[in-house]
């Protein structure tokens, strides 16, 4: 599997080739360690370099594609990269968040539109992001149309989120989480 990963990896765009490297490693298909000795096996082949990125980049934590693509965007955004699948607890309460920027509290959510189908789900997620707020973090989320589609509207979005937050922690109004 190693082989194949890094092999998509030199062919396939950066993108794509993240996509293929997380989901071997979140499914434990492989491991860095691993992707990287098939690497050091063929450093002068064509498309090496460009897979020595995407497995310096690839993070098996990323759990679907939209995670994937997303950390790609926001790279190719100038944005700093998030922590994933961060839990963030307060009391008795505990929320695992896709992203998080922990210096500017603010959390991106990124949503396929099946998530929302069910009623349930969708109260759910409005609960947590109340006390995710409630927290002292900022949260957005964004769907497949924009992150595939409106980098601009991602970059702004998350920029104008890093600037709330850092003013909240700053102001004091941030609490430990």
């Known amino acids: 599997m190693s082989r194949t990963v890094v092999d998509l990896a030199r062919a396939l765009p950066f993108r794509d080739g993240v996509v293929v490297a997380d989901s071997a490693l979140q499914q434990k298909l492989t491991s860095k360690k691993a992707l990287r000795a098939v690497l050091a096996e063929c450093?002068?082949?064509?498309?090496?370099?460009r897979a020595k990125e995407v497995v310096d980049f690839a993070d098996g934590l990323a759990e679907s594609v939209l995670e994937s693509i997303a950390r790609v965007l926001f790279?190719?955004?100038?944005?700093?990269?998030?922590?994933?699948?961060?839990?963030?607890?307060?009391?008795?309460?505990?929320?695992?968040?896709d992203f998080m920027w922990r210096q500017v509290r603010t959390i991106a959510e990124?949503?396929?539109?099946?998530?929302?189908?069910?009623?349930?789900?969708?109260g759910y997620e409005r609960r947590?992001?109340?006390w995710l707020r409630g927290a002292g973090y900022e949260v957005v989320h964004f769907s497949w149309q924009e992150i595939t589609t409106q980098p601009d509207y991602v970059r702004s979005t998350l920029r104008a989120a890093f600037q709330r937050g850092a003013r909240?922690?700053?102001?004091?109004?941030g609490r430990a989480g």
């Open 110 to 122: 990124v949503d396929g539109t099946l998530k929302y189908d069910d009623r349930s789900r969708f």
């Open 168 to 173: 909240e922690w700053r102001s004091g109004g």
């Open 75 to 97: 790279r190719d955004c100038g944005l700093p990269d998030p922590e994933l699948q961060v839990e963030v607890r307060r009391d008795d309460v505990t929320y695992r968040v």
């Open 128 to 130: 947590r992001d109340l």
């Open 43 to 49: 450093p002068r082949w064509p498309g090496s370099q």
